[in-house]
């Protein structure tokens, strides 16, 4: 990380931490964790929490695990645990010689199970899921007792054992902790800790196991047993930290971590909940998991997104307790302020009109000089060449101008950025009245000179005819239309989330030009096309096939015009 993002920032829980140390709880030690399940891709409200756990362990000389909570095959595979290993290492963040899983710990996991069934603290139950949740009771009414709460300790213990060994089948029975059946908490009513998962293999463990703790029983252990001093979850947990530290509690443990809770990351135009996430992906709506659409971090990546924006988005944001809904354009301002920065700046032409320059030699070719960056000489030059024909953007030429139009028309003069004024001379249409070609004329006094001695009004970006490369340039735009897809204000008409896609989140232009220097680019690299906007050569690009450059971001806010007009 640079040094600008060094500054520490103010949140409860570092004041919180502050105090601790002060104290001198935990022995002055500070110990967090991220703790993902591999069932799928990571967003970018886990990017906060990646954020937030590896800063606070960087800021205060502490340590940051990386544990995956894989308690459910059925869900869990292999490629999701290195999609988020490599999420993690990108956005620069490392977890050292810290790499644990949750299914390390499987037999201690049910060691301190048997320990609850000895304490008369838990119980094998043989209702169906259904008819547990029917005796949970609700948020007004309180629970039933479970007509197998009562079993002894030694039956409960032969029957979790005979569990262990595969003699009953998914879904016959469940150990559930024995808490109390009308606590205002649902979540203590008597809440599983053990079901069967019979037929997977697990990516770990293979098939060593039929049965799996549940993520309540699993996570507070497993903190324990890493010593976690802070244990740092969103604000959906916050009624599950009572069970968090009963299971510790009952279990006398030597450890006994802090859970904190902070808010999710809400932002707009897009769904976090990997569960829809996982939907979009498994019903084809977009192109996987790093679709640059997508609010993955792996989409992010691919579309541009650098991981010191993303870092600078998750300070600019803070944590807080309260939810709420974060703008994109945040997020938005936060790639522009750093591509700004960094991207080199070149010339495309997505939309091209061919211009013959009449009074240029078709046998000459000029090279000129052309600044990387406006801003920073440190960047250096390239070079561009000028040849008799080019391409300029259809939307830089109007026949007839609107009011205020500052480019090309007949009769009129722009520059060439880099290069000269050129003056339109005769526009050429084809048998339907199509415009296929302008031919123009240029000053040759008008290079290098200063613009303020020939003023005109405007300036356009140009590339060579016969120096271009063709590209094709896929424009991506925000995946909803609606500023919160999920939510039941969104869809109270009866429509799903997914009728809220943005059709045109992705239009796909096969037939642009851009300058020959970009036959350099590497996948991945990020550059300013001059007045276009950010683009990045697709990370899947392969060398000899035809570019491929997505959008990144716009210039300017241009959604900020629409939601002033609607």
């Known amino acids: 990380m640079t040094d600008g993002e060094n500054t520490r920032p103010s949140n409860f829980i570092r004041h919180i931490i502050d105090e601790d140390l002060v104290t001198g709880k935990n022995d002055g030690c500070v110990a967090t964790r991220f703790p993902p399940e591999p069932n799928g891709y990571l967003h970018i409200g886990h990017a906060k929490s990646i954020a937030l756990n590896f800063g606070i362990a960087n800021d205060y000389n502490g340590t940051c695990n990386l544990r995956f909570d894989d308690t459910n095959p ?16 990108w956005l620069g963040f490392d977890w050292q010689d810290r790499l644990y899983f949750a299914s390390d710990y499987f037999k201690q996991l049910y060691d301190y199970a048997v320990q609850l069934i000895k304490k008369n603290k838990a119980y094998v139950c043989d209702l169906n899921a259904e008819q547990i949740r029917a005796y949970r009771g609700t948020l007004t009414e309180p629970g039933k007792d479970s007509p197998y709460r009562e079993r002894t300790v030694d039956e409960n213990l032969e029957l979790f054992a005979r569990m262990r060994a595969g003699e009953f089948q998914d879904g016959a029975c469940v150990l559930r902790a024995k808490i109390d059946m009308t606590s205002p908490n649902i979540n203590l009513r008597d809440p599983a800790i053990y079901r069967i998962r019979h037929g997977v293999v697990h990516h770990q463990t293979g098939e060593a196991w039929c049965i799996y703790p549940m993520y309540d029983y699993t996570h507070c252990i497993s903190d324990s047993i890493e010593g976690i001093t802070h244990s740092l979850c969103t604000l959906e947990f916050e009624d599950h930290r009572p069970l968090y530290n009963w299971f510790l509690e009952e279990l006398e443990v030597s450890c006994h971590p802090q859970q904190i809770e902070f808010s999710r990351l809400n932002l707009e135009y897009a769904v976090t909940s990997k569960r829809k ?12 998991w790093d679709d640059p659409r997508m609010p993955t971090i792996a989409g992010l990546r691919r579309r541009g997104y650098t991981p010191r924006a993303l870092r600078n988005f998750c300070q600019r944001i803070g944590v807080t307790k309260v939810d709420n809904i974060v703008e994109m354009a945040v997020l938005e301002d ?7 920065e960094t991207a080199a700046r070149r010339m495309a032409v997505l939309h091209p009109l061919k211009v013959i320059i009449t009074n240029y030699s078709e046998s000459d070719v000029e090279e000129l000089p052309a600044a990387n960056h406006p801003q920073d000489e440190v960047m250096g030059t390239r070079v561009i060449q000028l040849s008799n024909e080019i391409y300029i953007d259809q939307h830089d030429f109007a026949e007839v101008p609107p009011k205020k139009f500052k480019r090309l028309t007949v009769g009129g003069e722009v520059r060439l950025r880099n290069a000269y004024v050129i003056r339109c ?3 050429i249409k084809d048998a339907h009245g199509n415009i296929i070609e302008l031919h123009c004329s240029y000053d040759a006094d008008t290079l290098g000179k200063n613009p303020e001695d020939r003023k005109v009004k405007g300036v356009i970006h140009w590339v ?12 991506y735009d925000r995946l909803f239309k609606h500023p919160t897809p ?12 997914k009728d809220l896609i943005n059709s045109d989140s992705l239009r796909t232009l096969a037939h642009c030009y851009i300058e020959p220097s970009l036959a350099e680019a590497q996948a991945g690299e990020q550059f300013q096309f001059e007045r276009e906007g950010y683009f990045c ?22 959604w900020a015009k629409i939601e002033r007009k609607q």
């Open 74 to 89: 059925h869900k869990e595979n292999k490629e999701f645990v290195n999609a988020i290993m490599n999420d993690v290492h």
């Open 277 to 288: 996430l996982t939907e979009l992906v498994d019903e084809g709506l977009v192109a996987g």
């Open 334 to 340: 936060c790639i522009r302020t750093d591509l700004n």
């Open 425 to 427: 001379d005769n526009v």
């Open 464 to 475: 060579s005819a016969k120096h271009a490369l063709q590209a094709e340039i896929r424009l």
């Open 486 to 497: 999920d939510a039941s204000d969104a869809t109270k008409d009866g429509s799903d989330y």
């Open 537 to 558: 050569l697709d990370s899947m690009h392969l060398p000899g096939n035809v570019p491929v450059f997505n959008r990144v971001v716009t210039l300017r806010d241009t």
